[in-house]
């Protein structure tokens, strides 16, 4: 079945520190690829989205491009922030509209001033 | 963004007890919502579709007569755990979707069944 597999956290980082989190996706068709960002005590944002292949999603610094030939749509930021500590997903959905989305596991990140 | 409220956000209750969840969209009219169920560590996985009007379309291994679900009106989903047990715990979140492009997610509900 569909799936998505996102590196183990917890990850935990300097500030201005270069942030990869990667992710690689099963699929048995053309999905769509999002990030999504859940900061503490509240729900799941979504933080940025790629529909086709070689689409770039990018949303406050953070940049992810999916890439078909290796099934993968790391997540990057050039200089993480403090604030930006949360937990992040990727995830999946195989159809435009009113889908539901398939979840990667989630990976922490911690900055540290 | 749209806005998905969820009540409660945080409930304990006995075993054999059943819990009612409240899933509202505050700004738009949703025809289908989803809900999912997040164990510690572990992915977001969904448990059902709820339809207006109609019957939920549950995911394969998703008991539809513990959790049931009511789409009674275009703003409001309820879940309701019948007769909880302590392997229910878990945080359960909802989503739904204005406009066809982007899910928008409730802040979830944490239940602990003690």
């Known amino acids: 079945g569909d799936s998505v597999t996102q590196m183990e956290g917890p990850v935990t980082l300097s500030e201005e520190a270069f942030l990869t989190i990667n992710c690689t996706y099963t699929?048995?068709?053309?999905?769509?690829l999002f990030w999504y960002v859940q900061y503490p005590g509240e729900g799941l944002q979504l933080l940025l989205k790629?529909?086709?292949?070689?689409d770039k999603g990018s949303n406050k610094g953070f940049e992810a491009t999916y890439r078909k030939e290796t099934t993968s749509f790391h997540l990057e930021k050039g200089s993480v922030q403090v604030s930006d500590s949360a937990v992040y997903f990727c995830a999946l959905s195989l159809n435009s509209g009113n889908t539901p989305l398939v979840f990667g596991k989630g990976t922490r990140l911690s900055v540290i001033a | 963004g749209a806005v998905v409220s969820q009540h409660p956000s945080r409930v304990i209750c006995k075993s054999g007890t059943s819990v009612k969840i409240e899933c509202r969209s505050l700004d738009f009219q949703a025809t289908t919502m989803f809900w999912y169920r997040q164990f510690p560590k572990k992915s977001l996985m969904l448990m059902a579709t709820s339809n207006e009007g109609s019957k939920a379309t549950y995911e394969q291994g998703v008991e539809k007569d513990k959790f049931l679900i009511n789409h009674a009106s275009l703003t409001l989903s309820t879940l309701t755990v019948t007769s909880a047990h302590p392997e229910d715990s878990s945080f359960y979140i909802c989503?739904?979707?204005?406009?066809?492009?982007?899910?928008?997610f409730g802040p979830g509900t944490r239940l602990t069944v003690l």
């Open positions: 790629a529909t086709k292949a070689d």
């Open positions: 989503s739904g979707d204005p406009s066809g492009y982007e899910q928008f």
């Open positions: 699929a048995t068709g053309y999905p769509s």
